[in-house]
């Protein structure tokens, strides 16, 4: 098997080649037989890339902080087997809701290693996290305050929480993907007094243990310059919550946020480079204010999951409009995707069973909804497609599933595990009868 040299190899998976049919393979499998094998769309995660990815994320921070727990952001893509994959490879979960919950207790995890993130999550959902024993809950609101300590005050203990702040602090990303800037429905504001408010209510509270401070300042965070300027910030206010009040500081996280490369040309800074600009910033602040370093909590969702995976469709109606634009057509779009047509997010794509066609023209590759937005690729340079071709789409690990839905009455993809050759479905393909199971 030959390396394939295309251009947008380092968008694949690591374990991404071109066999000698010229076919695309992932994890040693060849993907027109996969297609063949499961159906289209088709999603393929790389095992490999998932294991090491999360071993560079322990690594890269572990050697430059003295205490780091890394979780996996599961909202970017939740599932029994990656749960468990995750796990083995020694990582915790944050999770937003009581569902994503249950997936990570039904994996078998322990719900220790669970952090309970959102801006309004239910009573319901409180109470579930609780009786299961989940490690921390991460407070947004002071509503959330007031629930906790009525839930905690029922059962008669205390539960361990860190408080979301938002530190004021412009990521410089879409907005539908910022979460850092003072005008966010997360978190308490650091600029208004709500985040010392909140400090002192949960101090006072008796059934809530405050360990310690949280942000997150928004997804898809090419620069690394908003984490430094984020935490010098943050940090700062805790030794001021610690010598005001005496706050205990035992765990202090950054978030997620770390950029993924989508598109040809923008690379994204490498695991590294964030650990380097974050515990640097840790250590500076903390010893500026005098305090002794707090466990780094790190969250990476997209850059976790988005290379391992990869959607295969297959290509049906082509419609060529002349002197306007060529429409092709694939089987799946923004029902299993909608990152194109909520934020005009970019992806590459080649085609699968005829890697070693040269491109000769562009093309739009439309998805097979009845919206006029669900275009997939806007402008795609791409041999000439034809019906039957399987186009390969490169870092759609994250938020495509994790977004899908049933639009146009549309079963969902069915979701395979590669490894050495091997290929395990993880997720099976809805059917029609799963569509109407909940109908009267
Ligand atoms: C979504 C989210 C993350 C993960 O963000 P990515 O951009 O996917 O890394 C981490 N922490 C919190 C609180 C989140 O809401």
């Known amino acids: 098997m030959t390396t394939a040299t295309f251009p947008t190899i380092g968008i694949f998976p690591s374990d991404t080649a071109v066999n000698p049919s010229g ?16 159906g289209t769309p088709l999603y393929v995660f790389d095992e490999a890339t998932l294991r090491t990815r999360s071993g560079e994320f322990i690594r890269e921070f572990g050697s430059r902080y003295p205490e780091v727990t890394v979780l996996y952001a599961s909202k970017a893509f939740i599932n029994k087997a990656l749960v468990r994959l995750f796990a ?36 319901e959902e409180l109470r579930l996290a609780l009786e299961w024993g989940i490690g921390r809950i991460v407070v947004d609101n002071f509503y959330e305050l007031a629930t906790l300590e009525a839930l905690g005050a029922q059962r008669g203990r205390a539960q361990d929480v860190l408080l979301r702040i938002t530190p004021g602090v412009d990521p410089h990303t879409h907005a539908y993907i910022s979460t850092g800037a003072t005008d966010s429905k997360f978190g308490f504001p650091l600029a208004t ?10 101090m006072a509270l008796p059934h809530l243990n405050l360990i310690g401070l949280h942000m997150h300042l928004g997804s898809q965070l090419f620069e690394t310059e908003p984490y430094a300027l984020a935490i010098d910030g943050l940090v700062g206010f805790a030794a ?17 946020g770390f950029a993924v490369q989508y598109v040809e040309g923008r690379a994204a800074p490498a695991i590294g480079v964030y650990a380097q600009i ?25 850059s976790s999951v ?3 995976g990869v959607a295969v469709y297959t290509v049906g109606a082509i419609k060529d409009i002349p002197g306007v634009r060529k429409y092709v057509s694939v089987d799946g779009g923004m029902a299993d995707n909608i990152r194109p047509a909520l934020y005009e997010a970019k992806y590459e794509a080649v085609v699968a069973n005829r890697m070693d066609a040269p491109p000769t023209e562009t093309v739009t590759i439309a998805g097979k909804y009845c919206e006029s937005g669900d275009i997939l690729i806007a402008g795609l340079h791409a041999p000439e497609l034809r019906p039957g071709d399987l186009l390969a789409l490169p870092a759609s690990g994250a938020y495509c599933l994790a977004m899908s839905s049933n639009y146009n009455a549309s079963p969902r993809p069915a979701v395979v595990l590669v490894k050495d050759g091997a290929a395990r479905l993880i997720r099976r393909r809805e059917t029609y009868q799963d569509l109407m199971q909940w109908d009267e």
């Open 240 to 256: 001021q919550m610690v010598r005001r009040h005496g706050l205990d500081l035992q765990e202090f996280s950054p978030g997620g």
């Open 278 to 302: 974050i515990s640097d910033a840790m250590k500076q602040a903390c010893a500026a204010h005098g305090l002794s370093l707090p466990r780094l909590i790190i969250e990476p969702g997209r």
């Open 193 to 202: 007094g709500a985040a010392e408010q909140a400090v002192q209510r949960a």
């Open 23 to 38: 076919h695309l393979a992932i994890g040693g499998c060849d993907v027109t037989d996969l297609a063949a094998r499961f």
């Open 88 to 123: 083995e490879e020694g990582m915790g979960f944050d999770v937003v809701s009581a569902g994503e919950l249950a997936v990570v207790q039904a994996a078998g995890v322990p719900l220790e290693r669970v952090y309970f993130h959102g801006n309004n999550k239910g009573p």
């Open 306 to 308: 988005a290379r391992a």
